[in-house]
C-alpha cells in the first residue's frame, strides 16, 4: 500500500482522534466543524523549530521535476525567483507576451520538505512594465506571501515560511487585476514532499494547464493581445498544457517505457477553467485526490479545478503514445490541450492487442 | 496616577499597570523618535527644504487641465466622486535634456552625489556620467527621464517652481479623452501597450497620444510618479496592510474597485503600491503640475 503523506501510525492517529472527536461533538450537540481544527492543531505541532542546515532549492522548467530530497530533518531552503515579462510562442506561429516566473510557463518546479523553513525571495525584473508578487497555496500567512512579495520592476523582496502542509500547491501572482496576471501565464507548483518523502517511481513529469484570451482567433498568426472581455466571459481562445500548442508532444512527448510507472504532478493555473484530466489508453492506478493526502485507486479522469493539483500515477503496459487532454474535448481538439507520454518497449499482448478482421 | 505614586512599591496588579504606562510612553518615544528622525531625513535633503531660487532654463509647456469630478478607482476613498481643482500641466514627462539642466544646477543630484536615502542604486542608472546623458536604450534627450526616485522628481518640481500631481489630478489628466486613437478606446490601448514588450528604444515624448486637455503620452510611454503614490494601498497605522481589506492584491481586492474591467486602472494602482520613494526604475518617470 502507498501511504505517502503520512507515516501508516500517525495516520491513523489522526483518524483516530477524528473519530473520536467527531463522535464526543456529536454527542456533546458541539460544533461539528471542529473536526477539522483538531486535524489543523495535529498538525501544527511541529516540534522542529530547529533546523539541520541551509540548502537551496532545485528548480526546474517545466516539463522536468527536481530529483527527489535526500535529506530528512528539517532545513532552510533558499528559493529565488525572477518574474520576467517576455514574448514567446503561444503555437508555432503565434506569439504573446507572457509573464512568467522564471522565464517559463508554468514557472519553476520548486520541492520543498514538510517542515523546512523557506526562504523566499521574488526578483521583478527590471524590464517588466508592471509589479508582480507570489501567493504560494503551500503558505499560512496573510495572501499566502503575496503583500510581502508585491515588488516593483527592478526590486526583490523576501519572506519566509514554515512549510507545515505536506502536498502539492499551485503559485500564483496576485497583484491586481489578478485574473489577468494568471491569464499571461504566471503559475506554477510547489511540491512539500511528506516527512517520510516520495515513494520512489520511474518518472516524475510536471503539467500545468492554464487558459489563454487572445485578440485573435485560435493560431492566428502574428504577436497577439491579451482578451480582456474574453477573460471575463471565460471564453478561452487557447486552453494548454505548459503554455504552447504542442508543448509536450511528438518530439518533446514525455518517455517511458513498458512497465515503468509515470508519476505526473499536475496543476490547473486557469484562470478560469476547471480540468477534467484524462489520458487516453490509461487508467491512474493511483490519484492523490487534489494534490493532499487521500488516494484513490483506479481513476480514468480526475478533476483539478483552477488554483488546484493533483497527483497521478500510472503504470505503462503497453508501448504506444498517450494523449494527456482535458476532457472537455473541444478544448482538447480545438484550443490546444493536449500533451503525450511515448512509451516504448515489447508489445504487450496479455494486456491489448489489435485482432485482425476476417 | 502621579509619578510619585508610580514609584512606590505597589501590588501585582498595579505593577502590571505601570508595566503598561511604562510601554504606553516608549511607544510614544518610539513615534517621537520616528518622527524627528523622519524630519531630519527631509531636511538633510538640501532641495526639499532649501529649494534652489534659480529660475529654470527650462521652458516647457503647461496646458490647463480644468477643474472637474475625478470617480476614485477604490470604492472605500469616497463612493462619490472627488472634485479636483483646476490646475496646469507639464504637456510632456520631463525629458533627460532637462534632467540634465536640473543636475548641472543642483550638484546634490547628481549620480555620483546622490544621498543613497533619497535614491537606491539605480539612480540614473542609464547615464553615462554625472553631466552626459550617454547614447543607451533610454537615453535620447527628448526621452522621458526614467530612474529617478520620488524624492528625486519632487526636487526636480520644487526646482523648478512646480510640484508633483496628486493620485487624484493624475487620474483625471489621465482619463482625458484620446485625440488621435482613432476608435479604440484608452482601455484598449493601454492593454495594448502592456500585451507588446518593451521597444528596443526608448522612443522619445510626443510620440504616442494626445488627449483632449493637450497632454501627450499619459499612458503607453512610461509609468509617472504622483505626489501621494503610497496612500491608496497603506493605511497610516503599522499593520503592514494586513487588516487592510482596501488592497489590490488577490481576490478579496477586487470587492473594493469601482469598474472591475478597468485592467488598466487596476494595473496602475497594483504598480503605486509597489513603490518605495527611493526606487529608481526603468520604465518610471514623471511631470509636473503647477495650481492655477
Known amino acids: 500500500m502507498n501511504h505517502k503523506f503520512q507515516p501508516l501510525l500517525q495516520k491513523t492517529a489522526i483518524a483516530a482522534a477524528f473519530v473520536a472527536v467527531s463522535f464526543m461533538t456529536a454527542c456533546s450537540g458541539g460544533n461539528a466543524g471542529s473536526s477539522s481544527n483538531d486535524n489543523k492543531t495535529f498538525q501544527r505541532n511541529w516540534p522542529d523549530t530547529t533546523l539541520s542546515g541551509d540548502v537551496t532549492a532545485e528548480l526546474t522548467a517545466p516539463p522536468l521535476v527536481p530529483k527527489p530530497l535526500t535529506y530528512t530533518t528539517p532545513k532552510r531552503v533558499k528559493v529565488e525567483m525572477t518574474v520576467t515579462e517576455k514574448v514567446m510562442k503561444i503555437s508555432d506561429s503565434t506569439d504573446y507576451t507572457f509573464w512568467t516566473f522564471d522565464g517559463t510557463v508554468p514557472g519553476s518546479f520548486i520541492r520543498v520538505r514538510e517542515g523546512d523553513l523557506v526562504e523566499f525571495t521574488l526578483k521583478n525584473s527590471p524590464d517588466s512594465k508592471v509589479s508582480h508578487n507570489i501567493d504560494l497555496h503551500a503558505v499560512n500567512g496573510p495572501g499566502g506571501g503575496a503583500e510581502a512579495t508585491n515588488v516593483a520592476p527592478g526590486q526583490s523582496a523576501t519572506f519566509h515560511f514554515r512549510a507545515l502542509n505536506p502536498g502539492l500547491y499551485v503559485y500564483h501572482c496576485a497583484t491586481g487585476p489578478v485574473g489577468m496576471h494568471i491569464a499571461n501565464g504566471m503559475y506554477g507548483l510547489i511540491l512539500v514532499e511528506p516527512a517520510a518523502g516520495m515513494p520512489k517511481v520511474d518518472h516524475e513529469y510536471y503539467i500545468m494547464q492554464g487558459d489563454f484570451y487572445t485578440k485573435g482567433k485560435f493560431e492566428q498568426p502574428g504577436l497577439q493581445e491579451f482578451d480582456e472581455e474574453k477573460a471575463v466571459d471565460e471564453n478561452p481562445t487557447y486552453v494548454l498544457f505548459n503554455g504552447r500548442v504542442r508543448s509536450t508532444t511528438g518530439k518533446n512527448a514525455l518517455p517511458a517505457k513498458v512497465g515503468e510507472t509515470v508519476r505526473l504532478y499536475v496543476g490547473n493555473g486557469g484562470p478560469n477553467l476547471s480540468s477534467s484530466f484524462h489520458v487516453i489508453g490509461e487508467i491512474f492506478d493511483r490519484v492523490y485526490m487534489e494534490g493532499g493526502n487521500i488516494i484513490n485507486h483506479n481513476v480514468q479522469t480526475t478533476m483539478i479545478p483552477a488554483g488546484g493539483s493533483s497527483i497521478v500515477e500510472m503504470q505503462m503496459e503497453v508501448p504506444g503514445v498517450y494523449n494527456i487532454v482535458d476532457h472537455a474535448l473541444y478544448r482538447a481538439f480545438h484550443k490546444g490541450a493536449i500533451a503525450q507520454i511515448k512509451v516504448t518497449g515489447n508489445e504487450n499482448p496479455n494486456v491489448f492487442e489489435k485482432v485482425k478482421n476476417k | ?292
Open chain 2, 1 to 292: 496616577m502621579n509619578i510619585r505614586k508610580m514609584l512606590q512599591p505597589q501590588g501585582p496588579i498595579r505593577f502590571r499597570k505601570r508595566l503598561n504606562l511604562h510601554a504606553g510612553i516608549l511607544r510614544m518615544m518610539a513615534v517621537a523618535t520616528l518622527t524627528v528622525l523622519f524630519l531630519i531625513t527631509v531636511s538633510l535633503s538640501p532641495s526639499l527644504a532649501h529649494p534652489n531660487p534659480s529660475i529654470p532654463a527650462i521652458e516647457k509647456k503647461m496646458v490647463l487641465v480644468p477643474a472637474g469630478p475625478y470617480q476614485p478607482f477604490l470604492k472605500r476613498e469616497i463612493n462619490k466622486p472627488i472634485q479636483v481643482k483646476a490646475f496646469r500641466m507639464d504637456q510632456t514627462a520631463v525629458t533627460n535634456a532637462e534632467y540634465l539642466e536640473f543636475v548641472k544646477a543642483n550638484p546634490e543630484w547628481r549620480k555620483s552625489n546622490v544621498n543613497p536615502l533619497f535614491a537606491d542604486k539605480n539612480y540614473l542608472a542609464h547615464w553615462k556620467g554625472d553631466l552626459e546623458i550617454g547614447t543607451g536604450r533610454y537615453n535620447h534627450p527628448n526621452a522621458p527621464v526614467v530612474n529617478v526616485s520620488w524624492f528625486a522628481a519632487r526636487a526636480y518640481a520644487k526646482w523648478a517652481g512646480k510640484r508633483l500631481p496628486t493620485v487624484p489630478e493624475w487620474e483625471r489628466a489621465g482619463n482625458g479623452r484620446p485625440e488621435n486613437l482613432g476608435n479604440k478606446t484608452l482601455i484598449a490601448y493601454i492593454l495594448e501597450w502592456y500585451s507588446k514588450p518593451n521597444p528596443a528604444r526608448l522612443p522619445t515624448v510626443k510620440s504616442t497620444y494626445l488627449n483632449q486637455y493637450g497632454l501627450w503620452d499619459m499612458h503607453g510611454l512610461v509609468w509617472e510618479w504622483t505626489f501621494d503614490f503610497n496612500s491608496y494601498l497603506n493605511s497610516s497605522d503599522s499593520r503592514g496592510g494586513t487588516q487592510d481589506e482596501n488592497q489590490l492584491f488577490c481576490a478579496a481586492g477586487s470587492l473594493g474597485v469601482q469598474n472591475k474591467e478597468d485592467y488598466a486602472g487596476y494595473l496602475r494602482f497594483s504598480y503605486r503600491g509597489s513603490l518605495k520613494g527611493k526606487y529608481c526604475i526603468p520604465n518610471l518617470g514623471f511631470r509636473c503640475v503647477k495650481d492655477l
